[in-house]
């Protein structure tokens, strides 16, 4: 077979040609040296998730007023007292903004108290008489109020929440809360945080860790190292999602050596979690 063109061929194919398109020259624009530090726009899909590594520097203060100065990559405040001006102004200075706020327990002071049926309504919280813990399996009358919570925050921008009293079924709720049951809550939650594009930490139950650390971004612990039970929260290191954690009892050279070795991020704290803080690094 010849595989010459006729020249009258090749001219009409070359005048059909689409015109030659010129490179594009212009360079991509580099990443923000400080990226990871920017709150989230785009907040549609899990992709768009934030997920700290160890070594991200925190604040956590949930009483009196914000002080903003600190120099840190997240502050973690509440999600119903904090003022929407101080959550602006924490993401103009370039910080991720976690929202706090009880996902396990009633609080009688919140604006919705009066939302909960009193079904759902169990034993105070030991050392809290003004909390009460939640039946977490009837999500048939919780879920219109917790996600009310995560549309809350996302209304008010946090880029993340911390939901607290997460578990119940290991504590004297006044219900039969099993192992199971707050798998499911706690699961359910996640997944909510994440289908309106909230990172989410997992606070406390340690025990389940192992079912929950691919469903959360990270941990934060209360007192670990007091009780010594901070090799539990290593499933979170393990997996470079980072875990915050504080200790109320112990000085910050009893225990902070530890924790940075551990590559956890801890802070001292006051019990009443105001401004002040000793960071382990």
């Known amino acids: ?27 991509t624009p580099s990443p923000t040296p400080n990226a990871a530090m920017l ?3 785009a ?40 003022p929407q001006s101080v959550i602006d102004q924490l993401h103009g200075d370039g910080r991720i903004v976690i929202c706090y ?15 909960f049926p009193d079904e759902v309504l169990g034993n105070a919280l030991s050392g809290w008489p003004d909390e009460k813990w939640l039946d977490i399996r009837r999500l048939d009358l ?21 939901p607290d009293n997460v578990d119940g079924y290991s504590n004297d709720t006044g219900f039969p809360l099993a192992y199971a049951d707050q798998i499911a809550y706690n699961t359910w939650l996640a997944q909510q945080a994440h289908q309106r ?30 009780f010594d039970e901070c090799d539990t929260l290593l499933p979170f290191i393990q997996t470079d999602k980072a875990v915050f954690g504080v200790e109320y009892e112990l000085d910050a050279a009893d225990f902070c050596p ?8 801890f802070l001292q704290k006051n019990l009443d979690l105001d401004a002040w803080q000793v960071s382990c690094r």
């Open 1 to 27: 077979m010849n595989k010459k063109l006729p020249f009258l061929l090749i001219l009409l194919l070359a005048a059909c040609a689409p015109p030659a398109v010129a490179p594009n020259l212009t360079p």
């Open 39 to 41: 709150p989230i726009v």
């Open 43 to 82: 907040k549609d899909t899990p992709g768009n998730v934030w997920q700290p590594t160890p070594g991200t520097s925190w604040q956590w203060q949930l009483s009196g007023q914000i002080d903003a100065s600190f120099d840190v990559m997240m502050y973690d405040i509440d999600l119903f007292d904090a």
């Open 101 to 115: 706020f009880s996902a396990g327990s009633w609080e009688d002071w919140r604006d919705d108290a009066a939302d």
């Open 142 to 162: 919780l879920s219109p109020i917790m996600t009310t919570r995560l549309d809350t925050a996302v209304a008010k921008k946090c880029d993340g929440v911390e």
């Open 197 to 226: 594009g909230l990172s989410i930490g997992l606070k406390n139950d340690l025990v389940q860790i192992p079912d929950l650390v691919a469903l959360f971004d990270w941990a934060l612990n209360e007192q670990c190292f007091e």
């Open 258 to 265: 530890q924790a940075n070795a551990m590559n956890l991020d």
